[in-house]
């Protein structure tokens, strides 16, 4: 009963790891992978020489960071303060809402963004109203990590709080009664029950996030790259489509895919390491 | 990886009376608990408040802003936040225009394909995984989960692809996506759990495996089914990159998120546009309007199966770590 999914990866995923010997190849579409010439390490050598992928590595790495600050810490306080609410119904209502972006396209929320905070978007036409100038934010290629970051926390950070509502509830509520009748507050049964509660989730996440550095999501940079321009928004993974697909730079592409997989492996396995060393599973036990 | 969603199980009993001894009420603060104080309740409530908003609002002026008229938006010089003459002209002309009726045939068509695809290849695949004793079970578990963190990219999958004759073929939009590990892994988890005596049973009175997977197995796992199948839908209907490879320059076989993307968010003017229905509406009645008649279709599907599945998150316990 699995073969029709065991064919489906051995097709679409496996095949294409052989595939990336094209990456050490001058690989020429019209005589195909087996008969295109080898090339070594030259692709890898252009890559390495080439400013535009230094820059998309660049974009990446500090998206990564500035998406680690500033996106992770909220689907923790969000589920925190949910928990704290009694209604059951009330907090059905908030999980619901908050959910939903989470299965809406990149372009929907694109769009969305667009027409809120755009140069013809609800804000600026309320700011031009009342002589408070405009704010483009669209655009501006200096705040772009800004802009994407609070992309990402819209549509996702609702649906982040899932995992933390799961491990919260699996909190022993005895624990609460006995801090509580040894008189401990509210705050410090926050930090000192709560937080240690989170974790061993939190360092999941965290190793998970790590692991991912060089990915900060795709059709979200491809979107919107036209607005404010290719040196703030390539990164690692429209690399490969605009200078390997895009141009017909097959070989040059996929070297560039290449090197991100094999940091990546890295990064995942360092995480794990790190995770491991704080005494957490991680990824899987040691 | 960890299955971050428990879902609740649909048992032979589901309908029985929950047990009448709580120990207490949800609503409920427990004996232990200060009462809160006025200014933390606020601060709650106000927090909370912001967020909803910030999700929502969003959204409500998009469709009402589709259902405004001309007069209004003009009105208003631009977005519409108030209802100020309600019309359902730009649902009309969207739905009278063959692009977007192209296009909604097409997101329709490839989203209820796929997720069958899917969905039968998947829920096989988690069956004849979660029988431990099935052929070479070890052996494809970690062939699956190796594909979890090592591919081979962009650029050798698109080879694979248009070297199969992909470009330009419907395929393409479904079966290099077809399947994802992590769902099948989260299905595994629901059916290695489902009793092993009822399935032995099964088997002594003469089921064979099909029977098992879709008279024992698969009833018992409807919710588990319900999110998997949104997840698969939600993706297919969303996916609009794969069209930018395998299909750049066949309008008529562009889904509704690649309509969106052209025509709305990056404003561009339809291809012949004296011939086209679009290009035409564009220039007669209220555009903005239109534009978000069309971010509303792309979400209307969405919200009708929503609220269906959306019970299902149920946030419970971690599941156990899926480990290969």
Not at chain 1, 47 to 73: C, E, M
Request: glycine share 8%.
């Amino acid at each position: 009963m699995t073969l029709p999914a065991v064919v489906l990866l051995l097709v679409f995923n496996y095949a294409p790891l052989f595939g990336l010997i094209t990456a050490f190849q001058e690989y020429d579409p019209l005589v195909g992978v087996w008969n295109s010439p080898l090339a070594g390490f030259d692709q890898f050598e252009r890559l390495f020489g080439d400013p535009l992928f230094w820059g998309a590595v660049r974009n990446t790495l500090y998206l990564s960071f500035v998406q680690l600050i500033l996106f992770f810490p909220i689907p923790i306080a969000l589920a925190l303060l949910l928990n704290s609410v009694l209604s059951q119904r009330i907090r059905n209502f908030i999980q619901s809402v908050v959910y939903l972006p989470h299965f809406f396209s990149w372009v929907l929320a694109i769009t969305i963004f667009q027409q809120m905070l755009g140069g013809a978007g609800a804000l600026n036409h309320f700011l031009r109203n009342n002589d408070i100038g405009t704010w483009d934010i669209m655009t501006n290629p200096d705040t772009f990590a800004l802009l994407v970051t609070a992309q990402v926390i819209w549509k996702e950070a609702g649906w982040g709080i899932i995992v933390f509502l799961a491990a919260l509830a699996a909190i022993n509520t005895d624990l609460y009664e006995a801090a509580a009748a040894d008189g401990a507050g509210p705050w410090r049964r926050l930090w000192h029950i709560t937080l240690p509660g989170l974790r061993g989730v939190i360092v999941l996440l965290l190793v998970l996030r790590l692991g991912n550095a060089l990915s900060v999501g795709f059709e979200q940079f491809l979107i919107q790259r036209n607005a404010v321009g290719h040196d703030a928004a390539d990164v690692l993974d429209t690399f490969s489509f605009y200078y390997g697909i895009a141009t017909g730079d097959y070989s040059y592409g996929a070297a560039a895919g290449l090197f991100k997989s094999v940091i990546s492996l890295l990064l995942i396995w360092g995480a794990n390491k790190l995770a491991h060393a704080f005494g957490e599973d991680g990824l899987y036990r040691k | 990886m960890t299955n971050t969603l428990t879902i609740e199980r649909t048992s032979a009993n589901a309908d029985a009376p929950k047990p009448a001894t709580r120990r207490r009420k949800p609503n409920d603060r427990a004996p232990w608990e200060e009462p809160p104080t006025p200014v933390g309740q606020a601060a709650k409530g106000l927090t909370l408040g912001v967020v909803l908003l910030i999700m929502v609002v969003p959204l409500w002026i998009v469709v009402v802003t589709s259902l405004s008229t001309q007069a209004a938006v003009t009105r208003a010089g631009g977005l519409v936040i108030w209802p100020d003459g309600i019309t359902f002209e730009a649902y009309k002309v969207m739905l009278e225009d063959v692009t977007v009726r192209n296009a909604l045939l097409v997101s329709l068509g490839i989203t209820a394909v796929g997720t069958l695809v899917s969905m039968a290849v998947s829920i096989m695949c988690a069956y004849g995984l979660s029988r431990s004793r099935s052929f070479a079970h070890r052996f494809l578990l970690t062939l699956l989960i190796v594909t979890m963190f090592v591919n081979g990219g962009l650029i050798p999958t698109f080879l694979v692809v248009t070297g199969l004759g992909g470009y330009g073929a419907w395929w393409s939009l479904i079966l290099p996506s077809a399947i994802s590990v992590f769902n099948i892994l989260v299905l595994r988890a629901f059916y290695s759990s489902t009793s092993t005596d009822l399935i032995e049973a099964a088997r002594i009175d003469g089921a064979g495996d099909w029977r098992i997977l879709w008279s024992i197995v698969m009833p018992t796992s409807r919710a588990v089914t319900a999110v998997i199948a949104l997840f698969y839908g939600v993706g297919y209907w969303n996916a609009f990159f794969n069209v930018m490879l395998y299909m750049p320059t066949d309008s008529e076989k562009w889904p509704l998120q690649y309509v969106l993307l052209t025509y709305v968010n990056r404003g561009n003017g339809m291809p012949g546009s004296i011939n086209s229905g679009f290009g035409t509406a564009f220039s007669q009645t209220a555009p903005l309007s239109l534009q978000m008649a069309v971010v509303v279709l792309t979400l209307v599907p969405l919200l009708i199966v929503y609220p269906f599945v959306q019970k299902h998150f149920r946030t419970g316990v971690l599941t156990g770590a899926i480990k290969g």
